[in-house]
């Protein structure tokens, strides 16, 4: 079960609750009147989540053969210099 706080509390004591967050690496569910309002997290936990989704994303995109693999530092080298000429195109 998550920590719960009470949107009182984080009225009175945001700092505290937030440190709380961060310690504690778990997430903390703000309650008003017994009902849930919404979540709060340490920063490590939403790097994390952050990390996870592009993960995800990339694992997708490999899936569906939108990558490709780069053999040789000739190769990386080659792609980099057509990445240039399409990011000064773009101006």
Same mark, same amino acid.
């Given at each position: 079960?998550?920590?719960?706080?009470?949107?009182? /509390? %984080? /009225? *009175? +004591?945001?700092?505290?609750?937030?440190?709380?967050?961060?310690?504690?690496?778990?997430? %903390?569910?703000?309650?008003?009147?017994? #009902?849930?309002?919404?979540? &709060?997290?340490?920063?490590?936990?939403?790097?994390?989540?952050?990390?996870?989704?592009?993960?995800? /994303?990339?694992? #997708?995109?490999? *899936?569906? +053969? =939108?990558?490709? &693999? &780069?053999?040789? #530092?000739?190769?990386?080298?080659?792609? %980099?210099?057509?990445? =240039? =000429?399409?990011?000064?195109? =773009?101006?």
């Amino acid at each position: 079960m998550f920590n719960t706080v009470s949107a009182r /509390q %984080i /009225q *009175r +004591g945001y700092k505290k609750v937030f440190e709380d967050a961060n310690k504690s690496k778990e997430p %903390i569910v703000a309650m008003s009147n017994n #009902k849930p309002l919404g979540g &709060i997290i340490s920063l490590d936990l939403l790097e994390k989540i952050r990390l996870d989704a592009i993960l995800e /994303q990339a694992l #997708k995109e490999s *899936r569906e +053969g =939108k990558t490709k &693999i &780069i053999r040789t #530092k000739k190769d990386l080298e080659k792609d %980099i210099e057509d990445l =240039k =000429k399409y990011a000064l195109s =773009k101006d």
